[in-house]
């Protein structure tokens, strides 16, 4: 097969050629792709119109909200089109382009999961100094190193990804996923960027090693307090973060960790959704049903809640300076 350093396109795995079937792939994944924007502009709506949650936690959630949308903005509706004109293209620059904001969204939601680990660590362990510590200064600093690091990500990928020599332009998945990619390498250079995502991967283990040792702490502190209304409040507050985190870990180094060779192109597929698709699609609602604030701010918002209600909670812990 002649090797193709730069093709001009790239042709995505298609999921049937039976008309019927695209049709059902188009309608479930823009039905996924509606709901997981709607979810999340709900969100990112509800903490922008209620000061009560104008604080550093809410904060950080709203970029998790923004990152979630630009991650399904980015894969979902390519697919849904192909599936409705009926075709398999996908040219290169684009292709570059939903490499570098895969990565580089993956990168980000990671950081700033991380920080709101730490987040959650000094507003239970050390509350005294939450206001001194998280102010808005320090909140607006951390929050744009997680999209810094996430740009460093996207562009060591593209970098690392496309400087190979492709002998073909099939690729096994419904975007361009830098392990599907890589199986279309005729050089040793993919090896460059399968260092790369070895490093990637233990800078992301790291990071989930510091959550589990932040939440180990996290979790002995809140055994101390004393009122079982309280234990549940902290728990609370934490429960939804250690599912999402555990969420995307998990499914994302299984995905790309992987031997590729042995693994079926449905698999890919699942495997892909669940790290990429499935996070943006399921946050808003583990934010919204575990926490009473966010259900009253949505409450509100729908012109369903008191508004006179004062939002639950004390505001020591979390009152932004």
Known sequence: MSNLTSPSEFLLMEFSNIRELQIVHFSAFLAVYLTAITGNLLVIIAIAFDHHLHTPMYF????????????????????????????????????????????????????ILTIMAHDRYVAICNPLQYEIIMHR??????????????????????????????????????????????????????????????????????????????????????????????????????????????????????????PQSNSSAEENVLFAFVYAVLPPLLNPFIYSMRNKEIKSALLKLSGLGNSSKTITGKASLQKWS
């Open 60 to 111: 950080f959630l709203v970029n998790l909200a923004l990152m979630d949308i630009s991650m399904v903005s980015v894969i979902v509706p390519k697919s849904v089109a192909n599936s409705v004109l009926h075709t398999r293209s996908i040219s290169y620059p684009t292709c570059v382009t939903q490499v570098f904001f895969v990565c580089f969204l993956e990168g980000s939601v990671l950081a």
């Open 137 to 258: 200064g320090a909140c607006i600093e951390m929050a744009a190193c997680a999209w810094i690091a996430g740009t460093l990500v996207g562009v060591s990928h593209i970098g690392g990804t496309f400087a190979i020599t492709f002998c073909s332009n099939k690729i096994d998945q419904f975007f361009c996923e830098v392990p599907q990619i890589l199986k279309l390498s005729c050089s040793d250079m993919y090896l460059i960027e399968v260092g790369i995502i070895a490093a990637c991967t233990f800078l992301a283990l790291g990071c989930f090693i510091f959550i589990t040792v932040t939440y180990m702490q996290i979790f002995k502190a809140v055994l101390k307090i004393p009122s079982v209304h309280g234990q549940r409040k902290a728990f609370s507050t934490c429960i939804p973060h250690l599912t999402v985190v555990s969420l995307l870990v998990f499914s994302g180094v299984f995905a790309y960790m992987r």
